[in-house]
C-alpha cells in the first residue's frame, strides 16, 4: 500500500506542477516549475525501473531544457503582462 | 466572448481526447500483446555486445534510429546557428557575471566533467551512456559560459561545425564499413561489437555536447532598447 | 513498326514539331519562322494525302498503346478520320501563308504561330483519335492551345473574351470528362466502331446510356456552339483574323460536331441512338440553333459579329443532317463539315482583309469596297453565295442533299427549315453585298495600306481566292470521287452501315 | 550489388550532410552536384533492380524486425525514391544558381537540403513505426531549417508557426505508437498487420490510428489543419518551397496512406473513412478558392498545394471496404497524384521563382508584359498548369480519371463533384496568372533575364509531369509490385 | 491494475493538459513548456503501457530516450527561432497582424531588405 501511495502522491505531484507550469503568475517561475516537473519526472521513471530515461530526464530534461528556457525567458519576459494566462497584453 | 467560446470549445476537444485515450489505455491494458519483444531482447543481448539492454536496444538492434536521431540534433544545431549572429557570443551582461557563479563553477565544472566521463564509461554495463554524459557535459559548458568563459571554439567557423558533425561522422562511418565489409547497414562484427560501441559513444558524447552549447550559445542577445520597439 | 502505324504519329508530329521548334526560335527570326511554317504545313499535307490514297484503297493505319491501366490511346486513320484531317491539313497551309501576312510587324508572333502549330496539331488528333479517351485528350489540348490565340492581343477586350472562352470550354470539359468516365464505367474501353457498341444493350442500361449520351452532346455542344451554349463564339471575335477563320472553319467548333458525329454513329449507333428517341431532341435543338443563329446574325452590325453567328446557325446543319438517319441525309451532314468550313474560312479571310487593308470592321462601312478590293469581294461574294444556298455552289449541295435525306426519312419539317434558314442567310448576307459592289464610298477609309498596285498583300489576296476556288469546285464537281460528297459517300458505305 | 545500393542510397546523403556541412557555399555546390549525380544513379539502379526482381526486406544491422529495424523496398517506395531523387536534383541545381552565393548563411543549405533528403528515403523505405517518427522529426526539422534560413521576420514567423504545427503533429502520432506498441509488442508494421489477422481484441487500437492520422494530416496540412502551410511554403526560397511542396507534405501522406492499407481494414472505420475523404475534398475547394483570391503568386502556387493535396485524401473513402479491384484502382490514382504533382509544383515553384527574379516581384498583377520577355519560364509555368488542372494528357489527368473510375466504381458519386469541380477551379487560378502575363498595357521593358539554366531545370521537370500522363502504365506496373507482394516478402 | 497502467493514465492527463495549454495560449515560449509536457505525458504512456502488460521492457525505455533527444532538439531550435523572432519583431506570438495593428517596424526590419 505505501508503495501505492508512493506512486500516487508522484502522479498528483507531477499534475499539479504541470498545471503550474501553464498557468504561473509570470514565465519566469513558470519555467521553474517546469525544472521541477522535469525532477518529478526523474523520479517517476525510477518508479517505472528506467534508470537510463530517469538520468537522461534529470540532465536533459530537468537540467539542459530548463537552463535553455530560464535564460529565454530572462530575455523576453521583459514585456509580458504580468496576468496570469500568459496571453500577450493588447495595445 | 469568442474568447469564451475558444476556451469552452478547446475544453471540449481536450476532454474528448482524455477520454478516448483513457478508454483505448484501458482496453489495451485489458488484453496481452502477440509478440515478447522483451524476451527476444534478452535472447539476443549475449550478441550485441553490452550488457545494458537499453544501450544494446539504442546503439546495435535500432542502432539506425539513433544515428538519425544524432542526425536530428546536427539539424537543430546547424539551423541554430544559421539564424545566430556571430556578435551573439559577445554578451556583455555574461561578462560581468557575479563573483559568486564563477566560483561556483570552479568547484562544479570539474565535478560535472567528472560525472560526464564516469555516465559514458558506465553506459555499457549500467544506467548511463552518450545521451546523459552528453547532456552533463553540455550543462558543464552552460556553466562554463554563464560564468563568461567566452569558449572560442563556439564561434561559427570552422571549429564548430567539425564539433557538430564528428560524432556524427563517426557513426556514420562505422555504419558504411559494415556495409562495405559485405554485410548490412550497420551491422558491426560480433567481435568487435563492443569496441565500437565504446567508441561511438564517446564521440557521440562530444558532439551532443557541442551541439546542445551551440544552441545555447546561438540564441541572440537582445539589445537594450529592443523591447520598446514591439513592446505591447 | 511499319509505315501504316507511323503515318498517322509523323503526321501529328509535323505540327507539334514545327510547334516546339517555333517556341525555341528567337523573336526576330521571321523568315526562319515562316520557313518551318510553310514546310510542317506542306509536309503534313503531304502525309495526309497519303492517308487519304491508302484508305481510299482500302489499307488501315493506326497505332495503339496503353496510356493509364484499362484506357489505350489510339490513332486510327478511317474514312471519317481523313475527311476532317484532309480539310485541317489543307486549311493549316492558307491559314498559315494568311497569318503570315496578318501578323507582319506586329509583337509576340513567336508566341502565336507556336500555339497556332499546337492548335493543328490538336486538330489532326480529334480526326485521328481511334476512342473517347483520346479524343478528350486533344480536344482540351485544343482548349488550351487556342486560349492563347484568343487574347493575342492581350486588351481589355481581349482578355475577358478569353475568360469566358476557357469558361465555358473547361466546363463543357469537365463535363464531356464526366460523360466518357461513366460511359468506360458502364463498359469498358470503347473503341470508335462503326455501328457502334449498344446495338443490342441490355434493357436496365438504357437508362443510363441516355442519361450518358445527354452529358456527352452537352459537353461536346460547348465547343459546337449549340444554342444554348454558344455564348462564348460571339465575343471570341476579338481574336486576329486567322484565328476567327480557324475557329470557326475548322478547329474548335468543328472538333465539337466531329465529336458529336463520332458518338452517334461510332459509340451509339445511329440505330440505337435513334431507338433510345435521342435523334429527335438532338434534331429540333439543331433547327431551333440553325434559325436562332441565323435571326441573331441579321442583328449584327460588325461584319466579324454576323459572321460568328452565322457559324452557329452552319455548324447545327451537320448535326441537323446526322438526325436525319437515313444515307442521302446523313451524308449531307457530313459534306457541311467540309463546305461549311471552306465558305466560312473564304468569309474571315475577306473579313480580315478588308479590316487589315481599309481598317473596316462595320458593314455600313463597307460601301465601295468592292471596286477598291476586287480580289477579296469576289471570293467573299462566291462564299456568301453559297451560304445561302445557291447552285452550282458548295452549300447548295449540302442542302440539297440533306432535303432529299429528309423526304426519305420523312421528316418533312427539316425542308421548312432549311427553305427558312437560306432566306434568313440571304437577308444577311445580300446587304453586305449591295454595300461592297454598289454601295458609294462616303467616307475616305479608316486605316488604307497600300501594297503598289496590287489591291493587299499577295500573302493576304490568294487564300481566300483559293479556298473561294475549293468551293466554287466542291460545287462543281460533286460527283467525282475525290470530292468531298464522293469522299462523304464512301464514308457511309463503308463505316456507316446504313 | 543489391546490398552496395542500399548502402550507398542510405550513407550518401547523410555523408554529403556532413561533407557540405564543412564548407563553404561554393565548394558545397560543387559537392552536392557529384553527390546528386550518385543519389540520381543509386536510384536508377534500385528502380530497375525492383522492377526486374521485385521487393525486398532490408534488416538494418542484420537484426530482423521485430527486434532491429527493416526497410521494406518494395515497388511504390522505389518508385517514391526515383520521385525524391528526381525532384531533390532539379531543386539542388536551380537552388546552386539560384541562391546567392555571397550571402554568409546560404552555406547552410546544403547541409539541411541533405538532411531532408536524407529523412524523406527514411519514410519511404520505412517499416518501423518509430523509425517513421525519427524520419518524419528529420524532415521536420530540416524543412523548418530551410524555411527559416537567412532569417527575416516574416520567415521566422513562418517557420515557428510551421515547427509547432509539425511538434504537435508529430507527437500526436508518436502517442499512437506508443498505444500500438503496448497493443501489438511490436514497432513492425507489417508485423501488426500480421498480428491483426490472427484475430484478437484491437478495440483500444482505433483510437491510436485516428491519432496517428491526426498527427499526420496536421503534417500533411489537410484543410483545416493547413494554415501553417502557405506562409511556409510562400516566404521561402523558390528551391525550398520546390522541396516542400513537391516532396515534405507528401511524406507524412505516405505513411498515413500506408498505415491505412495495411491497417486500415481492421482498425478503420467508415466514417473516419469518409470524414477523412470529405476534408479532402473541403481542401480542394477551399484552397482552390484562396489560391484564386490571392494577388501574390508564389501565395498562389502554396494555396494550389493545399487544394491538390485534398485530392490525395480520396484515397481513403474510396479503398474502405471494396473489392481488390477497386482499390487497386485507388492506390494508382493516389500514386499517380503524387508523383504528377510533386513534379509539377515543383516545377511550379522553380518557374515561379524565375519569374520573380525577372520582374523583382512577388505580385501578380507584375506580371503583365512578361509574356514576351520570359516565355520559356511562363510556358513551364503553363504546362504545370496544365497538370494541376488534370488535362490530358498530364499525370494529374491520369490521377483524376482513375479517381473518377474508383469513385464511379463504388458508387460514391459525390467525389465527381470534387474532382470536376475542383479541377475547374485551379483552372481558375492558372489562367489567372496567365492571364495577368498576357496584359499589354505595361510599359515596363527592364526585366531581368535569369540564366538559361534557371529555366531549363523547371521546363525538364513540367515535361516530366506531361508525359507521366503517357507513361502511365509503364510507371504503375512497377508500383504494382508493391501491392501484388507488399507485405512480409 | 498495476503502477505501471497509473502512470500510463497519468500521461494521458499530461498529454490532454498540454493539448490544452499549447492550444490556447499565444505565448511561444509557453506553447513550448506545453509541448514538452505532451512529450513526457506521451513518453509516459508508452513506458507504462508496455511495461503493465509485460514487465520491465528496455525497448520503449530506449525509444523514450531517442525521444527525449529529439525534443531537446526540437526546443533548442524552437528557443532560437523564438528569441530570434522576438529581437527582429519585438512579438512573443504569433498572433495575427491582420488582427492588431502592425507594431512600428523596428529599427533592423527598417534596415534589412525584405525578404523576397
Request: proline content about 5%; charged content about 10%; hydrophobic content about 55%.
Amino acid at each position: 500500500m505505501t508503495e501505492w501511495s508512493l506512486d500516487i502522491l508522484l502522479v498528483i505531484a507531477l499534475l499539479v506542477t504541470a498545471t503550474s507550469v501553464l498557468w504561473s503568475r509570470d514565465l519566469f517561475r513558470g519555467v521553474v516549475f517546469f525544472i521541477a516537473f522535469g525532477l518529478l519526472m526523474a523520479l517517476a521513471w525510477v518508479r517505472l525501473r528506467a534508470p537510463d530515461v530517469a538520468l537522461a530526464e534529470a540532465a536533459i530534461g530537468a537540467g539542459l531544457t530548463g537552463v535553455l528556457l530560464l535564460d529565454a525567458a530572462r530575455h523576453l519576459s521583459n514585456d509580458e503582462s504580468q496576468g496570469e494566462d500568459g496571453k500577450e497584453k493588447k495595445p | 466572448m469568442t474568447r469564451v467560446l475558444a476556451i469552452l470549445t478547446v475544453t471540449a476537444v481536450c476532454f474528448a481526447f482524455l477520454s478516448g485515450l483513457v478508454y483505448s489505455i484501458w482496453q489495451i491494458g485489458a488484453t496481452t500483446t502477440p509478440v515478447d519483444l522483451p524476451a527476444l531482447l534478452a535472447g539476443n543481448l549475449d550478441d550485441s555486445g553490452v550488457e545494458n539492454p537499453v544501450t544494446a536496444v539504442l546503439l546495435n538492434f535500432r542502432s539506425y534510429d539513433t544515428l538519425l536521431e544524432i542526425g536530428v540534433l546536427v539539424i537543430a544545431g546547424i539551423a541554430g546557428i544559421s539564424v545566430a549572429k556571430t556578435s551573439s557570443l559577445e554578451d556583455p551582461e555574461l561578462r560581468t557575471s557575479d563573483e559568486l557563479l564563477y566560483a561556483l563553477q570552479r568547484w562544479l565544472v570539474p565535478l560535472t566533467l567528472l560525472l560526464a566521463g564516469y555516465l559514458l564509461w558506465a553506459g555499457s554495463d549500467r544506467p548511463g551512456g552518450a545521451f546523459q554524459a552528453g547532456a552533463v557535459l553540455a550543462a558543464s559548458g552552460v556553466l562554463m559560459r554563464l560564468g563568461g568563459i567566452p569558449m572560442d571554439f563556439l564561434r561559427p567557423g570552422l571549429m564548430l561545425r567539425l564539433g557538430l558533425s564528428l560524432g556524427f561522422s563517426v557513426f556514420l562511418l562505422v555504419a558504411v564499413a559494415s556495409a562495405l565489409s559485405g554485410s548490412r547497414f550497420l551491422a558491426y562484427p560480433p567481435e568487435m561489437a563492443r569496441t565500437l560501441i565504446v567508441a561511438i559513444e564517446t564521440v557521440l558524447t562530444l558532439s551532443i555536447a557541442m551541439v546542445l552549447l551551440a544552441l545555447f550559445v546561438s540564441a541572440p542577445i537582445n539589445n537594450a532598447e529592443e523591447p520598446e520597439e514591439g513592446g505591447s | 513498326m511499319t509505315a501504316t502505324a507511323l503515318l498517322p504519329v509523323f503526321a501529328l508530329m509535323t505540327s507539334l514539331t514545327a510547334a516546339v521548334i517555333i517556341f525555341a526560335l528567337p523573336e526576330q527570326k521571321h523568315r526562319l519562322r515562316t520557313f518551318v511554317n510553310l514546310t510542317a504545313a506542306i509536309l503534313k499535307l503531304l502525309l495526309v494525302g497519303l492517308m487519304i490514297r491508302g484508305v481510299f484503297q482500302g489499307k488501315a493505319y493506326g497505332i495503339a498503346f496503353p496510356m493509364i491501366p484499362g484506357v489505350e490511346f489510339v490513332l486510327r486513320a478511317d474514312a471519317l478520320a481523313m475527311l476532317f484531317a484532309g480539310l485541317s491539313a489543307a486549311l493549316w497551309l492558307l491559314t498559315t501563308v494568311y497569318s503570315v501576312g496578318y501578323l507582319e510587324n506586329s509583337p509576340n508572333r513567336s508566341r502565336f504561330f507556336g500555339f497556332f502549330s499546337l492548335c493543328v496539331a490538336s486538330t489532326l488528333g480529334i480526326a485521328l483519335a481511334g476512342n473517347l479517351f483520346t479524343f478528350f485528350l486533344f480536344y482540351e489540348m485544343l482548349t488550351l492551345s487556342t486560349y492563347p490565340l484568343v487574347v493575342h492581343r492581350g486588351t481589355e477586350q481581349a482578355l475577358r473574351a478569353g475568360r469566358t472562352y476557357i469558361i465555358y470550354t473547361l466546363a463543357g470539359g469537365a463535363v464531356l470528362l464526366f460523360g466518357i468516365a461513366s460511359l468506360h464505367v458502364l463498359s469498358g474501353d470503347l473503341p470508335f466502331r462503326p455501328g457502334g457498341h449498344f446495338a443490342d444493350m441490355a434493357p436496365d442500361l438504357q437508362m443510363p446510356l441516355t442519361i450518358v449520351f445527354v452529358v456527352l452532346i452537352a459537353g461536346l455542344g460547348v465547343k459546337a456552339a449549340i444554342v444554348p451554349l454558344h455564348g462564348w463564339l460571339p465575343v471570341a471575335m476579338v481574336a486576329p483574323a486567322p484565328v476567327s477563320a480557324l475557329l470557326h472553319a475548322v478547329a474548335v467548333v468543328k472538333a465539337g460536331a466531329f465529336g458529336i458525329v463520332r458518338v452517334v454513329f461510332e459509340i451509339y449507333g445511329l440505330e440505337t441512338a435513334g431507338a433510345l428517341g435521342l435523334l429527335s431532341g438532338l434534331a429540333a435543338i439543331a433547327a431551333f440553333t440553325i434559325l436562332y443563329g441565323s435571326v441573331m446574325a441579321l442583328y449584327q452590325s460588325d461584319l466579324k459579329r454576323r459572321l460568328a453567328f452565322s457559324t452557329v446557325s452552319q455548324v447545327s446543319y451537320i448535326i441537323l443532317g446526322l438526325c436525319l438517319a437515313g444515307p442521302v441525309g446523313v451524308a449531307g451532314g457530313l459534306v457541311h463539315l467540309v463546305h461549311q468550313g471552306v465558305m466560312k474560312i473564304t468569309l474571315f479571310f475577306c473579313a480580315g482583309n478588308y479590316a487589315e487593308t481599309l481598317g473596316l470592321h462595320r458593314i455600313d462601312e463597307l460601301d465601295g469596297a468592292g471596286r477598291r478590293m476586287p480580289g477579296t469581294s469576289v471570293a467573299f461574294t462566291l462564299a456568301a453565295f453559297g451560304m445561302i444556298g445557291t447552285p452550282p455552289l458548295a452549300g447548295f449541295i449540302t442542302k440539297w442533299t440533306m432535303g432529299t435525306g429528309a423526304l426519305a426519312a420523312g421528316m418533312d419539317w427539316v425542308i421548312a427549315v432549311l427553305v427558312v434558314s437560306s432566306l434568313l442567310n440571304a437577308a444577311y448576307f445580300l446587304p453586305v453585298l449591295r454595300r461592297i459592289w454598289f454601295g458609294e464610298q462616303k467616307d475616305p477609309w479608316r486605316e488604307e495600306r497600300q501594297w503598289g498596285r496590287s489591291e493587299t498583300s499577295a500573302w493576304l489576296l490568294w487564300p481566300p481566292l483559293v479556298t473561294a476556288g475549293f468551293l466554287l469546285l466542291a460545287g462543281l464537281l460533286a460527283s467525282a470521287p475525290f470530292s468531298p460528297l464522293g469522299w462523304v459517300e464512301l464514308i457511309i458505305t463503308r463505316e456507316v452501315n446504313l | 550489388m543489391t546490398l552496395w545500393l542500399m548502402a550507398g542510397l542510405l550513407f550518401t546523403p547523410l555523408a554529403w550532410a556532413v561533407l557540405t556541412l564543412l564548407t563553404g557555399f561554393r565548394r558545397g555546390r560543387a559537392i552536392t552536384w557529384l553527390g546528386i549525380v550518385i543519389q540520381v544513379l543509386v536510384s536508377l539502379a534500385l528502380w530497375a533492380v525492383v522492377a526486374a526482381e521485385g521487393g525486398f526486406q532490408y534488416p538494418l544491422g542484420g537484426w530482423q524486425a521485430p527486434l532491429g529495424i527493416e526497410l521494406r523496398m518494395d515497388g511504390l517506395a522505389v518508385t517514391f525514391v526515383l520521385l525524391t531523387a528526381l525532384v531533390a536534383a532539379a531543386s539542388g541545381l536551380h537552388a546552386g544558381f539560384y541562391l546567392d552565393p555571397d550571402k554568409d548563411w546560404h552555406r547552410y543549405f546544403w547541409p539541411l537540403f541533405w538532411f531532408l533528403w536524407a529523412g524523406l528515403n527514411v519514410v519511404w523505405l520505412g517499416n518501423d513505426l518509430f523509425n517513421l517518427y525519427v524520419g518524419l522529426e528529420l524532415i521536420s526539422l530540416a524543412a523548418v531549417g530551410l524555411v527559416a534560413l537567412g532569417g527575416q521576420s516574416e520567415a521566422l514567423r513562418a517557420a515557428i508557426r510551421y515547427l509547432m504545427a509539425a511538434l504537435l503533429g508529430s507527437l500526436a502520432y508518436l502517442l499512437g505508437v506508443a498505444l500500438f506498441y503496448g497493443q501489438f509488442g511490436s514497432l513492425s508494421l507489417s508485423g501488426i498487420a500480421s498480428a491483426l489477422n490472427q484475430d484478437i481484441a484491437v478495440e483500444g487500437s482505433g483510437f491510436a490510428l485516428i491519432l496517428m492520422f491526426f498527427g499526420l494530416a496536421l503534417k500533411t496540412a489537410l484543410f483545416p489543419m493547413h494554415r501553417w502551410l502557405p506562409p511556409a511554403h510562400g516566404i521561402a526560397r523558390s528551391p525550398v518551397s520546390a522541396l516542400l511542396s513537391a516532396l515534405v507534405v507528401k511524406g507524412s501522406f505516405y505513411i498515413a496512406a500506408r498505415l491505412w492499407l495495411e491497417l486500415g481494414a481492421t482498425l478503420g472505420s467508415l466514417a473516419l473513412a469518409q470524414l477523412l475523404g470529405v476534408l479532402g475534398g473541403m481542401a480542394v475547394f477551399w484552397g482552390g478558392w484562396q489560391a484564386f483570391r490571392h494577388s501574390k503568386l508564389k501565395q498562389v502556387v502554396a494555396y494550389s498545394s493545399v487544394a491538390q493535396i485534398g485530392y490525395l485524401f480520396l484515397l481513403f473513402p474510396l479503398t474502405w471496404n471494396t473489392t481488390e479491384a477497386v482499390i487497386i484502382q485507388a492506390q494508382q490514382a493516389m500514386t499517380l497524384q503524387v508523383i504528377s504533382h510533386a513534379l509539377a509544383k515543383a516545377a511550379m515553384f522553380l518557374s515561379a521563382g524565375n519569374l520573380i527574379l525577372s520582374v523583382g516581384s512577388n505580385r501578380l498583377n507584375a506580371l503583365a508584359g512578361v509574356s514576351h520577355f520570359l516565355p520559356f519560364s511562363l510556358f513551364s509555368f503553363g504546362l504545370a498548369g496544365v497538370s494541376l488542372m488534370g488535362l490530358p494528357p498530364t499525370g494529374g489527368f491520369a490521377a483524376k480519371w482513375l479517381f473518377l473510375q474508383a469513385s464511379l466504381a463504388t458508387g460514391q458519386w459525390w467525389w465527381l463533384v470534387v474532382l470536376l469541380g475542383g479541377g475547374l477551379l485551379s483552372a481558375a487560378y492558372v489562367f489567372r496568372v496567365y492571364r495577368a502575363s498576357f496584359v499589354e498595357d505595361s510599359d515596363i521593358d527592364h526585366f531581368f533575364h535569369p540564366s538559361r539554366r534557371l529555366e531549363i531545370i523547371p521546363m525538364i521537370l513540367a515535361l516530366l509531369s506531361l508525359g507521366l500522363g503517357l507513361m502511365a502504365e509503364p510507371v504503375l506496373s512497377v508500383m504494382a509490385l508493391a501491392f501484388a507482394n507488399g507485405e512480409g516478402t | 491494475m498495476t503502477p505501471f497502467l497509473l502512470y500510463a493514465l497519468a500521461g494521458a492527463a499530461l498529454c490532454s493538459i498540454g493539448l490544452f495549454g499549447f492550444i490556447l495560449i499565444s505565448h511561444l515560449l509557453r506553447k513550448l513548456l506545453a509541448f514538452n509536457l505532451m512529450g513526457s505525458g506521451v513518453f509516459l504512456v508508452m513506458v507504462g503501457l508496455a511495461q503493465h502488460r509485460s514487465g520491465p521492457d528496455p525497448v520503449p525505455q530506449a525509444l523514450v530516450l531517442t525521444g527525449i533527444v529529439v525534443a531537446i532538439a526540437a526546443t533548442a531550435l524552437a528557443v532560437v527561432l523564438i528569441r530570434r523572432y522576438y529581437h527582429l519583431s519585438g512579438k512573443t506570438s504569433l498572433e495575427d497582424p491582420a488582427q492588431n495593428p502592425p507594431p512600428a517596424p523596428g529599427p533592423r526590419q527598417a534596415r534589412e531588405a525584405p525578404h523576397e
